[in-house]
């Protein structure tokens, strides 16, 4: 999440708040509530971090980001021009008034450009839905999913782009919103240019004049070389090329770091004995407790095969609490996880190899290193890791 992006929408938020509380001349002391309310949830972002329950940080801000941004759109659509005339105006006041009247109009065109020009930094693609839910304004982000230069959609024309199987499920759920279903996560296939196409589409609600608004974000889903799971926390992972691209720059910088190889050796049975959904259940679970322990400031975490990853740790505590955890078997390395009532515990082997920054091996050659270290793991029936150089 763009970090300006954030600032930008307090700055905004701020403004809209100030004069719409001066045109109308009383304090609206519920939007600087909401704005002093996140700006304590993004200080506990950047100054307690540990405070954060359940996800991390970077999901935090994420999330954080879309709630400012609908808060600033509720605040903006909030903003109305408001003039008290008296019965004794004189022309002197109707010229001072109009010329209010075009100051006003001018600061608020200039702060909706502003606004729409700061919801084109965003990555994601946004799409608002009218109030009848019948149709949407897109921004130029979905232009690009589906190759289009369609900026309003009516909601026909939107289902004729959706796959025929997809079509039912995306009707139901958009039938379903409400104030008791405030928010919806679905995975479905459109149309570009004759080909089907993943996306992933996360909205939630708010009420204005008592009427439901629905915002949502869209983007594509990379199929790669193994099949998606349909688990967010899976499919994200970048791949094996993006870990050479990160290795790449990483051997640039004048800090030791490690590559650690992990095999998730027990997923296949678990596959065989209660579903590939569990199994890919599991796995997502043991990567978000990996992040979190081990990779929580930094998306250092790469899918190499469906039950092989890449863990790049840069900082040396961290490392020393891998260590530590390798060298014990405790449970922050063989993690016992509860799926729908099956506990199960997964049980990795790692490679471990250390990157100095006067080393002399290639790029290809540390990869070979780490997984060299792996292999043995593996074959080691005494313990579950190996470490090059020990």
């Known amino acids: 999440m763009n970090i300006y992006l954030i600032y930008a929408s307090f700055g905004?938020?701020?403004?809209?708040?100030?004069?719409?509380?001066?045109?109308?001349?009383?304090?609206?002391?519920?939007?600087?509530?909401?704005?002093?309310?996140?700006?304590?949830?993004?200080?506990?972002?950047?100054?307690?971090?540990?405070?954060?329950?359940?996800?991390?940080?970077?999901?935090?801000?994420?999330?954080?980001?879309?709630?400012?941004?609908?808060?600033?759109?509720?605040?903006?659509?909030?903003?109305?021009?408001?003039?008290?005339?008296?019965?004794?105006?004189?022309?002197?006041?109707?010229?001072?008034?109009?010329?209010?009247l075009d100051e006003i109009k001018s600061d608020s065109e200039l702060l909706r450009l502003r606004y729409i020009s700061t919801i084109g930094l965003v990555n994601d693609a946004l799409l608002f839905y009218n109030d009848e839910l019948d149709g949407f304004f897109v921004t130029e982000q979905f232009q690009k999913i589906i190759d289009t230069k369609q900026t309003e959609f009516t909601m026909d024309e939107y289902i004729a782009l959706i796959h025929v199987d997809d079509r039912n499920q995306y009707l139901s759920t958009i039938k379903k919103i409400n104030k008791k279903t405030p928010a919806f996560d679905l995975k479905y296939r459109l149309n570009r240019n004759g080909v089907f196409v993943w996306v992933e589409e996360r909205a939630k609600i708010f009420e204005y004049d008592k009427k439901i608004q629905v915002i949502s974000i869209i983007h594509g889903i990379d199929i790669k070389l193994f099949p998606d799971t349909m688990i967010h926390e899976i499919d994200s992972l970048p791949s094996e090329q993006h870990l050479v691209q990160f290795l790449t720059q990483a051997s640039k910088e004048p800090e030791a770091f490690y590559l650690v190889m992990i095999h998730l050796t027990n997923i296949p049975e678990i596959n065989q004995r209660f579903g590939r959904d569990v199994g890919n259940l599991m796995i997502a679970e043991y990567i978000r407790k990996m992040r979190y322990h081990f990779a929580k400031d930094l998306n250092s975490i790469f899918r190499i095969t469906g039950i092989q990853f890449a863990l790049i740790i840069k900082e040396q505590k961290k490392y020393d609490v891998l260590l530590r955890a390798?060298?014990?078997?405790?449970?922050?390395?063989?993690?016992?996880?509860?799926?729908?009532?099956?506990?199960?515990?997964?049980?990795?082997?790692?490679?471990?190899?250390?990157?100095?920054?006067?080393?002399?091996?290639?790029?290809?050659?540390?990869?070979?290193?780490?997984?060299?270290?792996?292999?043995?793991?593996?074959?080691?029936?005494?313990?579950n890791y190996s470490i090059f150089g020990e």
């Open 326 to 383: 390798l060298q014990s078997g405790g449970d922050l390395i063989n993690l016992a996880i509860n799926i729908g009532g099956i506990q199960q515990v997964v049980y990795p082997k790692l490679g471990v190899v250390k990157h100095e920054p006067w080393s002399t091996y290639s790029l290809n050659e540390f990869i070979g290193l780490a997984t060299k270290s792996l292999d043995e793991a593996i074959r080691n029936t005494k313990r």
């Open 12 to 100: 905004i938020g701020a403004i809209l708040a100030i004069l719409s509380s001066i045109l109308y001349r009383k304090w609206r002391i519920w939007k600087f509530l909401l704005l002093l309310f996140m700006g304590i949830s993004y200080g506990i972002y950047l100054f307690k971090p540990e405070w954060i329950p359940v996800v991390t940080a970077e999901e935090f801000l994420e999330v954080f980001g879309y709630i400012l941004y609908a808060i600033v759109v509720l605040i903006a659509m909030g903003f109305k021009s408001k003039i008290k005339i008296t019965q004794n105006l004189t022309d002197y006041d109707f010229f001072e008034m109009e010329k209010e």
